[in-house]
DNA sequence: TGTACATCAGTGAACGCGCGTTCACTGATGTAC
DNA sequence: TGTACATCAGTGAACGCGCGTTCACTGATGTAC
């Protein structure tokens, strides 16, 4: 507290937390979420089981933080992917495609983190508040191309199909939250294309599409321009 | 064998065997696929924990019963849904829709077989060659009402971005392996709202949209058409 | 129709395993005087 | 600078739990003569 260099016991207290957290996420890789277990980790790392209990409350605390670092590390690998693209002074649709293909490498890179974010909720776990904002970057990140690009009159709304009257007030909702005056059918179509995106990517790492698509690389490339040129990119 | 009715004997096989399997079906929808336990079903069914050995050869067995089981109904609910808005003379959009639609309330109806089917892979589980033909019924019964509408020359293909030159062999590759001669920028937007209409789901059923979407319902509905607009329904 | 044997569903005990969490403890690190 | 006390990371044993699977067994059902 009066020292400016943290002590050798905090030191020691933030790095050993993240070995923990490390070690956490490779047991995770390997058995995913269900079969992450305290005792397995810690005997990994030459604790005593109940060692772990000075780091984290519970098994479920533990989650929590994987969770969160997970929705953090996938913003940081979007927004730098679509910084990037708009530094490079690509046009929305790719700047669009840039943030789809960050996601789609992150999960391909985590995919036993990406489940434990978009895949089956974990029985009888129930992520905190403190998962919320973490998990609203990547849609904020995505949401704020099309919002750029509306901004510049960049967006050309042609829709074949718009939301109803019952989803619209949904929308104006929605767009009031994120403090935006995207036109709802404009808002409709991200919408649908976050979700697609998603969809997409929970298909080809669980499975889903196999024997159907090969070049999946290629497929999510395609997929991601159209799902840019519904938005109106 | 030499009697016409079957024999007690058979009769109590195949009556115990769907007990354990609607027990496991209850224990499933509470504790997701990680928790089913056979000591727990048999231990609810009266049953001491080795006698399901006798209908099930293990955990991984039961597994795929349910898979099997759950895959057909919701193939049978899909079927059901095209077959009644066909008898009705309801246009292919309509057809399409209507099926979607038959997914959703199948999905909602049975949240953890949904998890089972579409959700992250069991840890360890492996699923057998009988979960394929399945697993491919919905996506046929989809697929047939864009087929069937192409046939009767009522798809427009108007997309903005169809699939590239990388992703064209694949279709084709696809088209082959269904029998069809539909144009591969109608099978692509097809397969993208197959996607689509899953990611969607998957976010309703996993909370994702939660906060964001209010009437899921007029949400789906909303979306399904859109999807039918892009396939060119 | 009655008897002898074969089949097989269900039993109960056991094996060997791992789990989350609590708790009194020890000894090293940090702090106040 | 040195000493006394407070903090707290890590220990090791224990509690109580549930799991999948195997195996020799019993007794009822089914079958062949």
Chains 1, 2 share one sequence.
Do not use: C
């Not at 994987?66 to 693209?85: C, F, H, P, Q």
């Not at 089956?120 to 750029?148: E, H, I, K």
């Amino acid at each position: 507290m009066s020292s400016p260099l943290r002590s050798a016991r905090d030191r020691a207290r933030t790095e050993i937390r993240s070995a923990i957290l490390d070690k956490a996420r490779e047991h995770l890789a390997v058995e995913g979420a269900a079969g992450l277990s305290l005792r397995a980790v810690a005997r990994d790392l030459g604790l005593v089981s109940s060692a772990v209990y000075r780091y984290f409350a519970n098994r479920d605390a533990l989650l929590t933080a994987l969770i969160v670092d997970a929705y953090n590390g996938l913003g940081d690998a979007t927004d730098t992917a679509i910084a990037g693209a708009t530094a490079a002074g690509r046009p929305a649709r790719e700047r669009w495609v840039a943030g789809a293909e960050a996601v789609r490498a992150w999960a391909l890179a985590h995919l036993q983190e990406y489940a434990l974010l978009y895949g089956s909720p974990v029985p009888g776990y129930a992520a905190p508040d403190d998962t919320v904002v973490p998990g609203t970057r990547v849609s904020l990140a995505l949401v704020q191309v099309v919002r750029d690009a509306h901004d510049a009159g960049g967006i050309t709304v042609g829709t074949a199909v718009g939301p109803g009257p019952v989803t619209t007030p949904d929308l104006e909702r929605l767009a009031g939250l994120l403090g935006t005056t995207l036109p709802t059918p404009v808002l409709f179509a991200a919408l649908l294309a976050w979700t697609q995106l998603f969809g997409l990517l929970t298909f080809e790492l669980f499975g889903q599409t196999r024997g159907i698509v090969e070049d999946h690389a290629a497929f999510f490339h395609d997929a991601a321009s159209t799902m840019a040129a519904h938005i109106g990119l």
